[in-house]
């Protein structure tokens, strides 16, 4: 078989696989690859070749995308494992046949086993000792006591005959270890049918650093119903030497069993039955048990950090997508005590107006003199919006802001509206070189408040500034696989900046890097050509672009918005390459370009068939259709605030029955966590979120979503708060059975009510992107939830 053969029938083979995957058709996949491999991006083929990929959204394509890489890996290697079995000589039909037919890695790395160049072994001596005669004289009808056999076998090395049967022993086990297919049999069922047990390190389980694992003390539960999150919290565990962790396989016999069978080890009922069971034993215990137990953990691993992933990336998604306020003059203040309260005023376009530091509170106290200069720079400045940092002394800054409004108001007439904004990653990017180069002359601290201004006013364009990780909207984001977190956001921040669109006259270069086939490079070129000849006023400016080449500007073209273009169309998601698609819509309608845009009465009677040919599919004509009637249309919802209640402001002021309006600032597995403004974040369990069983709690909730809650319990002392979306369930009683089915199943030590501290840092136990585990729930809550199945 030549090479170009057998690549033909890997890419087949890699095509087929992935098409059965995702479950669509392989000339769906194949026209993606394709894509893919000419250097498009997932966004512009997800936008702008739904022709091709027959209509493959851009999660599909991620997915696609993904897979492609580690099935392209898996058949580079399976080239290189082929090449090494047959250099030694020993590559058959069948054998060839297993290997192109593996579908993972960990397979294929099982049928090498037995061909891998490795050091010198104990079998390897006793190979060349000659004791392999031995051995088959053992396995097969063996009359003679084995003591007496290996007498025959003395050389150097082996001065006896017990040295002789372990040599003999030692061949056995590595023919154990490295059979494929009974190292595949073993390691599945280990998986499939074991069990994860912890308890806690002796002498540790009254310890400080021990109580936020004390669920964990006396645990069991199967590996295949580990959720992510609280696999990462029994590895933290034990990483903190907290917890002592056991991979319980079950009943070894079975395992013996397999063994056994497997390797013709079953007693016979002659002299070499006890050497049998001895190969049998030693070869689980020594050899199989430890290799299914490194795999099974590794297992966890892979599914724990794919699940914190996942809840990562879509809360960053929501994040990034929240409503923007706009383009209005917002003031931005980022609370503190001792080092007082910073302050940014800036313009509709986040152009810095004014910077000052009060100190309102304790222990200076300058309340009057603080609201007399905010008031005075919110009146000069036309401040609509008063951005107020969700940390350390929020609420008391916000109440600040409230009695600023009042004043401004009495004043002269305009009432600026205060808004509590997450301020997560806003010292990191301060101190960032970004920011430095921005504002070299401001201070690090006031840096803060603008992030924090110009986050309400368009999220998206001030996040994309912030490392991603540094946001906090994770679970465990430290403990997971940091190449797989960082791709992962990347690709999220990629679409939803894409999605969105970008105004390229305004857009900083961050944001502009975001944008498909725009590099850094690129993006600080735009920047310099825009310095340097003013605004971009037509799409086509965009070729004048240092390196900026024809690649470059298809992929990035449809995403670059320039509003008051010379052609109404740049100013939209229509691409330039469908351009002449819209002229010969204006032509059969009369209508021109203009006048076109906008107009649904026109726009609503034709028929995308009508206007379909080779260049242009339905799709596409749809979506440019669609485009025309609503250009430039932002995905992201109509901006709106929690309505904080007054008076609530610590923990010590929330009362159970309390129904309370705040934003969600978190979601994980088992919940979400609202911010109802008391410095810590309350909990709403998984099970408290609707009246039908939420299987994830993204079905109901996402970050930044505004939400109406009730007080279920609040548990001052340990600064945890339960809540409930569901407004008429009643504190104190159990909670109700969701319809729909059981719930939970075994105990969950992460239904955690610890939440992020408002009062700046991780509250013990901590919310998810902490440090500390999810503690499980307490007192009545956690009763209740056992009682439905919950937990």
Same mark, same amino acid.
């Given at each position: 078989?030549?090479?170009?053969?057998?690549?033909?029938?890997?890419?087949?083979?890699?095509?087929?696989?992935?098409?059965? %995957?995702?479950?669509?058709?392989? #000339?769906?996949?194949?026209?993606?690859?394709?894509?893919?491999?000419?250097?498009?991006?997932?966004?512009?083929?997800?936008?702008?070749?739904?022709?091709?990929?027959?209509?493959?959204?851009?999660?599909?394509?991620?997915?696609? %995308?993904?897979?492609?890489?580690?099935?392209?890996?898996?058949?580079?290697?399976?080239?290189?494992?082929?090449?090494?079995?047959? %250099?030694?000589?020993?590559?058959?039909?069948?054998?060839?046949?297993?290997?192109?037919?593996?579908?993972? !890695?960990?397979?294929?790395?099982?049928?090498?086993?037995?061909?891998?160049?490795?050091?010198?072994?104990?079998?390897?001596?006793?190979?060349?000792?000659?004791?392999?005669?031995?051995?088959?004289?053992?396995?097969?009808?063996?009359?003679?006591?084995?003591?007496?056999?290996?007498?025959?076998?003395?050389? %150097?090395?082996?001065?006896?005959?017990?040295?002789?049967?372990?040599?003999?022993?030692?061949?056995?086990?590595?023919?154990?270890?490295?059979?494929?297919?009974?190292?595949?049999?073993?390691?599945?069922?280990?998986?499939?049918?074991?069990?994860?047990?912890?308890?806690?390190?002796?002498?540790?389980?009254?310890?400080?650093?021990?109580?936020?694992?004390?669920?964990?003390?006396?645990?069991?539960?199967?590996?295949?119903?580990?959720?992510?999150?609280?696999?990462?919290?029994?590895?933290?565990?034990?990483?903190?030497?907290?917890?002592?962790?056991?991979?319980?396989?079950?009943?070894?016999?079975?395992?013996?069993?397999?063994?056994?069978?497997?390797?013709?080890?079953?007693?016979?009922?002659?002299?070499?039955?006890?050497?049998?069971?001895?190969?049998?034993?030693?070869?689980?215990?020594?050899?199989?048990?430890? #290799?299914?137990?490194?795999?099974?953990?590794?297992?966890?691993?892979?599914?724990?950090?794919?699940?914190?992933?996942?809840?990562?990336?879509?809360?960053?998604?929501?994040?990034?997508?929240?409503?923007?306020?706009?383009?209005?003059?917002?003031?931005?203040?980022?609370?503190?005590?001792?080092?007082?309260?910073?302050?940014?005023?800036?313009?509709?376009?986040?152009?810095?107006?004014?910077?000052?530091?009060?100190?309102?509170?304790?222990?200076?106290?300058?309340?009057?003199?603080?609201?007399?200069?905010?008031?005075?720079?919110?009146?000069?400045?036309?401040?609509?919006?008063?951005?107020?940092?969700?940390?350390?002394?929020?609420?008391?800054?916000?109440?600040?802001?409230?009695?600023?409004?009042?004043?401004?108001?009495?004043?002269?007439?305009?009432?600026?509206?205060?808004?509590?904004?997450?301020?997560?990653?806003?010292?990191?990017? #301060?101190?960032?070189?970004?920011?430095?180069?921005?504002?070299?002359?401001?201070?690090?601290?006031?840096?803060?408040?603008?992030?924090?201004?110009?986050?309400?006013?368009?999220?998206?364009?001030?996040?994309?500034?912030?490392?991603?990780?540094?946001?906090?909207?994770?679970?465990?984001?430290?403990?997971?696989?940091?190449?797989?977190?960082?791709?992962?956001?990347?690709?999220?921040?990629?679409?939803?900046?894409?999605?969105?669109?970008?105004?390229?006259?305004?857009?900083?270069?961050?944001?502009?890097?975001?944008?498909?086939?725009?590099?850094?490079?690129?993006?600080?070129?735009?920047?310099?050509?825009?310095?340097?000849?003013?605004?971009?006023?037509?799409?086509?400016?965009?070729?004048?672009?240092?390196?900026?080449?024809?690649?470059?500007?298809?992929?990035?073209?449809?995403?670059?918005?320039?509003?008051?273009?010379?052609?109404?169309?740049?100013?939209?998601?229509?691409?330039?390459?469908?351009?002449?698609?819209?002229?010969?819509?204006?032509?059969?309608?009369?209508?021109?370009?203009?006048?076109?845009?906008?107009?649904?009465?026109?726009?609503?009677?034709?028929?995308?068939?009508?206007?379909?040919?080779?260049?242009?599919?339905?799709?596409?004509?749809?979506?440019?259709?669609?485009?025309?009637?609503?250009?430039?249309?932002?995905?992201?919802?109509?901006?709106?605030?929690?309505?904080?209640?007054?008076?609530?402001?610590?923990?010590?002021?929330?009362?159970?029955?309390?129904?309370?309006?705040?934003?969600?600032?978190?979601?994980?597995?088992?919940?979400?966590?609202?911010?109802?403004?008391?410095?810590?974040?309350?909990?709403?369990?998984?099970?408290?979120?609707?009246?039908?069983?939420?299987?994830?709690?993204?079905?109901?909730?996402?970050?930044?979503?505004?939400?109406?809650?009730?007080?279920?319990?609040?548990?001052?002392?340990?600064?945890?708060?339960?809540?409930?979306?569901?407004?008429?369930?009643?504190?104190? !009683?159990?909670?109700?059975?969701?319809?729909?089915?059981?719930?939970?199943?075994?105990?969950?030590?992460?239904?955690?009510?610890?939440?992020?501290?408002?009062?700046?840092?991780?509250?013990?136990?901590?919310?998810?992107?902490?440090?500390?585990?999810?503690?499980?729930?307490?007192?009545?809550?956690?009763?209740?939830?056992?009682?439905?199945?919950?937990?």
């Amino acid at each position: 078989m030549t090479g170009r053969e057998n690549n033909g029938q890997t890419t087949t083979a890699v095509i087929r696989t992935i098409a059965r %995957e995702l479950g669509v058709s392989e #000339s769906q996949v194949t026209a993606t690859v394709n894509l893919l491999d000419e250097g498009n991006t997932v966004p512009f083929i997800a936008r702008y070749r739904k022709e091709v990929t027959g209509g493959l959204d851009d999660a599909q394509l991620r997915t696609l %995308e993904t897979r492609l890489t580690y099935l392209r890996e898996l058949e580079d290697r399976k080239a290189t494992v082929l090449a090494a079995i047959e %250099e030694q000589g020993k590559l058959t039909d069948g054998l060839r046949d297993l290997i192109l037919g593996c579908e993972t !890695k960990a397979r294929l790395e099982d049928l090498y086993l037995p061909f891998k160049s490795t050091r010198r072994t104990k079998a390897t001596i006793a190979r060349e000792a000659g004791l392999e005669p031995l051995v088959e004289s053992l396995l097969g009808d063996c009359t003679t006591d084995p003591a007496e056999l290996a007498a025959s076998y003395i050389t %150097e090395g082996f001065d006896d005959a017990k040295a002789v049967l372990t040599g003999a022993r030692a061949i056995v086990l590595e023919e154990i270890s490295t059979d494929a297919d009974l190292v595949g049999e073993v390691r599945e069922r280990f998986y499939t049918t074991g069990a994860m047990t912890a308890g806690v390190v002796e002498g540790k389980q009254n310890s400080a650093e021990a109580q936020k694992y004390r669920d964990y003390f006396e645990f069991s539960e199967p590996f295949t119903a580990l959720p992510s999150h609280r696999i990462l919290a029994l590895l933290r565990g034990e990483s903190e030497g907290v917890l002592q962790l056991t991979l319980d396989p079950g009943e070894d016999a079975i395992y013996q069993g397999m063994i056994a069978d497997a390797r013709g080890l079953e007693p016979q009922g002659d002299a070499a039955d006890k050497f049998r069971a001895e190969c049998v034993r030693f070869g689980w215990r020594t050899k199989l048990q430890i #290799s299914s137990g490194v795999d099974v953990r590794m297992r966890l691993k892979e599914k724990a950090d794919a699940g914190a992933v996942d809840v990562f990336a879509r809360n960053l998604r929501d994040l990034l997508l929240a409503a923007p306020a706009g383009q209005r003059a917002t003031l931005g203040l980022d609370p503190g005590y001792n080092h007082g309260v910073k302050c940014a005023a800036v313009d509709p376009t986040g152009k810095v107006l004014d910077t000052v530091v009060i100190y309102p509170h304790k222990p200076q106290n300058r309340w009057d003199q603080s609201v007399d200069i905010l008031a005075r720079i919110c009146a000069k400045d036309g401040v609509d919006l008063m951005a107020v940092g969700n940390g350390t002394a929020s609420r008391e800054t916000e109440k600040l802001a409230r009695e600023i409004s009042e004043k401004v108001a009495a004043a002269i007439g305009q009432r600026p509206t205060p808004v509590v904004v997450s301020e997560a990653g806003a010292s990191v990017y #301060s101190a960032s070189e970004l920011a430095a180069e921005e504002f070299p002359d401001m201070d690090v601290s006031l840096r803060g408040a603008v992030s924090i201004a110009r986050r309400l006013q368009d999220p998206l364009a001030e996040l994309v500034k912030i490392d991603p990780k540094s946001i906090g909207v994770g679970q465990y984001q430290h403990d997971v696989n940091q190449v797989m977190l960082a791709d992962s956001l990347d690709s999220v921040v990629e679409d939803a900046v894409n999605s969105v669109g970008v105004d390229v006259n305004t857009a900083s270069a961050p944001l502009l890097c975001r944008v498909a086939g725009v590099t850094a490079t690129l993006a600080e070129n735009i920047v310099h050509h825009r310095e340097a000849n003013g605004a971009f006023t037509s799409r086509r400016q965009l070729k004048d672009v240092s390196r900026l080449g024809p690649k470059a500007f298809e992929q990035c073209a449809g995403f670059l918005r320039i509003h008051g273009a010379t052609d109404p169309l740049d100013a939209s998601a229509v691409h330039p390459e469908a351009y002449p698609l819209v002229r010969r819509i204006t032509e059969r309608t009369g209508v021109g370009v203009a006048e076109l845009i906008g107009n649904t009465r026109v726009l609503s009677g034709l028929r995308p068939a009508d206007f379909a040919d080779e260049t242009f599919g339905v799709p596409t004509v749809t979506d440019v259709l669609a485009e025309l009637d609503k250009p430039g249309r932002d995905p992201r919802p109509e901006f709106r605030t929690a309505a904080l209640a007054e008076g609530i402001e610590k923990i010590s002021d929330l009362t159970p029955g309390m129904v309370l309006e705040g934003t969600v600032t978190n979601v994980a597995a088992f919940g979400a966590f609202v911010d109802v403004g008391v410095h810590q974040d309350g909990l709403v369990h998984v099970s408290a979120m609707a009246e039908r069983r939420v299987n994830d709690p993204h079905e109901v909730v996402r970050t930044g979503q505004v939400v109406k809650v009730k007080v279920m319990e609040v548990d001052v002392e340990r600064q945890r708060i339960g809540l409930s979306l569901r407004l008429t369930d009643e504190p104190g !009683k159990p909670a109700q059975r969701s319809r729909g089915g059981k719930g939970g199943g075994r105990r969950d030590g992460q239904h955690g009510q610890g939440g992020h501290n408002r009062n700046g840092g991780r509250s013990r136990g901590g919310r998810q992107g902490g440090r500390g585990a999810a503690p499980a729930a307490s007192g009545s809550m956690a009763d209740a939830l056992r009682r439905a199945g919950k937990i």
